[in-house]
């Protein structure tokens, strides 16, 4: 969502980082082009007012202009007035999810929102959270009887999350289908009750005095408003309304994966006072994450955030096959079947495009990326080539000739260079293997895994954000 604010501030704060010294005159320029790269990201002109205000009185002090590293300084003034911007650190719910469920179950938390903001399936992502994460018995229950089939899309969702939903009453109001989902968590022994609100094409009152009659009738603990991250300064004056008539507790920011520009982000906490504590990073069930100011304010500056991506990586990884496979490669083995395995692995952590902007300093490697043509769909035509083998194929390379590239090439869909790159970066690893099994554990450590080809493991030599790893890209 931040790539092209990224950017912009990258080059800015690289030209400050270069310089030995700074003047009071170069921290000015800097910061018109700090607040030009916000208002281009759709950040609201007054709080773009105020935070350049800020970072200008702490930023051209003499103890930061005449310290060791002055630009250094700058920057780290810029990260700190962004997180305190976001939310400030720490920022953080009493779960995991970032709500307070603080409360005597079952615990109503209600989403309100435009029409076609992802309020519905934001509904389902919470609940497999809540779920999955905080081991809560949820029930999900839809308000919206204006939209056609809106009660069945929960019910289907339900049905795929493996949540509960509350039974279809035909013609019942919002208000009472509200109060009978209390009931029923109270009676059957739910933790959290989720109530997905209708929405508008636009806000009206009516929109609000059915919102705001629902509140009043199930006090929820948390009123999260979901909002569409693309839809840039007019996400802060849905947020405002909302906020001043139903007073919103929370934000809940969707496709946040997309091309929008970030200003959304940045504008809504600081205009409402009301932190954004989710973010939907995919369409599916499992694309939400919990948000935290200090690690998108490390992303917006092209410093990564290794603690999500080490977050994202034990979710995803079993420990078993992880031991096995370090097992295997100690003895210098590694065969298809596990490259294959690395590649499902990186997929299941969302892919390269996603795993990229969490490493620090990627700007340039996500370009060199897009150059060299490498994306995810790569990938998954790299794990269809591997599963077009036989088993034997699989274990022992080596009998794979002309004809049978031939065959395995037209049972992926693919052409036969794409299988002879694949085999190529297959034996680069295997050399590596050879290496690391002279090496013993140490050397393994240092070599990282090398699903994705060439020495240093997935991204590159030398570690993650390295570089691109070799193989990658290049015509055999």
């Known amino acids: 969502m931040f790539e092209s604010l990224q950017s912009r501030l990258s080059d800015v704060f690289g030209k400050l980082t270069r310089r030995g010294a700074l003047s ?23 709080v773009v007012k105020d935070f350049v205000e800020r970072v200008r009185d702490k930023a051209v002090g003499q103890e930061v202009l005449r310290s060791v590293t002055p630009g250094q300084q700058v920057v780290k003034i810029v990260n700190d007035e962004l997180v305190e911007m976001l939310g400030g650190a720490g920022a953080q719910g009493d779960s995991g999810t970032g709500l307070d469920l603080a409360a005597t179950p079952p615990v109503p938390v209600m989403l309100v929102g435009l029409q076609g903001s992802g309020k519905t399936t934001s509904c389902g992502k919470i609940a497999v959270r809540l779920k999955d994460r905080e081991r809560k018995k949820v029930l999900m229950a839809s308000l919206d009887v204006r939209r056609p089939a809106a009660q069945q899309q929960l019910a289907v969702l339900g049905q795929q999350a493996g949540v509960a939903t509350l039974p279809i009453v035909p013609g019942e109001p919002p208000v009472a289908i509200a109060r009978r989902a209390m009931t029923t968590g109270a009676l059957e022994g739910y933790d959290v009750v989720l109530l997905d609100t209708a929405g508008r094409l636009a806000i009206d009152e009516a929109l609000m005095a059915e919102v705001a009659e629902v509140r009043e009738a199930v006090k929820p603990r948390e009123t999260l408003l979901v909002a569409d991250a693309m839809t840039g300064q007019d996400a802060v004056n849905v947020a405002q309304a909302f906020n001043e008539r139903v007073g919103v507790t929370g934000i809940v920011l969707t496709r946040v994966d997309g091309d929008a520009r970030g200003g959304a982000a940045l504008s809504m906490r600081a205009v409402t006072g009301r932190p954004i504590k989710l973010l939907g990073v995919g369409e599916k069930l499992d694309a939400l994450e919990a948000f935290h100011p200090d690690r998108v304010a ?26 096995k496979l370090a097992r295997k490669l100690e003895k210098g083995k590694f065969d298809l079947d596990d490259m294959a395995q690395q590649l499902r692995q990186l997929t299941k952590m969302g892919g ?76 680069d690893a295997s050399k590596m293997m050879k290496r690391v099994q002279k090496l013993g554990k140490k050397g393994l450590a240092r070599a990282g895994l090398p699903g994705l080809g060439g020495p240093g493991g997935g991204m590159g030599g030398g570690g993650m954000g390295g570089g691109l790893p070799p193989g990658f890209g290049k015509r055999r």
């Open 352 to 427: 390269l495009s996603q795993l990229m902007n969490l490493l620090p300093g990627t700007p340039k490697i996500q370009q060199q990326m897009k150059n060299a043509k490498i994306d995810d769909k790569m990938v998954k035509r790299q794990i269809a080539i591997i599963s077009s083998m036989t088993a034997q194929e699989r274990r022992h390379p080596e009998v794979i000739k002309a004809s049978r590239r031939q065959r395995i090439a037209a049972g992926s869909g693919t052409s036969v260079p794409e299988v002879n790159k694949l085999l190529k970066q297959f034996a």
């Open 24 to 46: 009071e005159a170069d921290v000015q320029a800097a910061l018109r082009e700090v607040r030009v790269a916000l208002l281009e990201a759709d950040v609201a002109l007054p």
């Open 298 to 323: 490390s992303r917006i500056l092209g410093m990564g955030d290794i603690v999500s991506l080490v977050e994202r990586a034990a979710e995803t990884i079993e420990a078993e096959e992880a031991e």
